[in-house]
């Protein structure tokens, strides 16, 4: 039985792993939302006058920048993957991956979890830190990894080879709409969801979907607790990350999830930060 006092006296470490440093790592968080407003009107901007955490972003959102005003959008142009690999190698996404990561494994023990789901895996960034902790815990569970894409079943596959003690499946799953049969036949319950990034590309309603297959989530996007947007905000909306409010996404999850626990919220309260990086919801 989960309860936000549980969560509390349970994550009490990890939260504090997490925030300190989301604290340190995102404290000029503002300095980057002002400077972004010189990157989208093309105006000089050096990435060594900006708080380390916000460099590689900056980079990208130059290269946006640039390609729109060509009028040259591409996601394969090399550079532009380099940059993205640079950010899922960078040490906040490794921190995070580890954070959602734990906090899954241990609600596991604490709620009996018998099967993991993962909704848009990608390049299996995220699953490949999953299996490494699962390793190291007490946890051993089927993890259920999913995408929209085909070529998650190829990174995947990939992946299995590095964990052969590792129980994987994947489907190919659009969280847009409602899980496949196929999905739905293989998962037990209870069942978690874990995802980075994801609902940004997809949209909030796609949680209705997800209380179909889970009865728990830990979502790792960021929710817009302000209502502000910020230059770069606008800038990554028009490669399709769209923000998340987190006003539009309370009422579904009060629908389907009623019960939800804002992880760092300290660091929202402490730095003035105008998101949330990790929900836990459950039914
Ligand atoms: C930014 S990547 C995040 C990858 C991974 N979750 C991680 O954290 O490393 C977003 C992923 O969401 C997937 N995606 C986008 N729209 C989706 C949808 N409607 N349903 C399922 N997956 C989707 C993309 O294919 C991509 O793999």
Redesign the pocket.
Known sequence: MLTPKILNKQFADIEKEFVDFMIEHFGGWKIWADASQRVADRQEVREDDLPPAFRTECKIMKAIVEMMHLGTFDWNNPKLSEM?KEM?ESPF?QV??KTLADISLRIAELAGVKTFI??????????SIMLERMKQSPVSLPVVT????E??LENISRLGAEYPGARLETHL?????PPPESLKKTVQKPALIY????L????LS?VKNMAQVADILVL?DWFNFTGELFPYDEVFQKI??MPLFYKDIKPILDECFPNQYIFDKRATDTINLPTVSLLICWK
């Open positions: 993205f899922a996404y995070f991956g993962e909704i848009g895996a990608g390049k299996a960034n995220l699953t999913t995408d929209v894409h070529v998650v799953w659009n969280v847009s709409e995802e980075r990034y994801t940004n590309y997809a949209n796609a790792g399709g990350a």
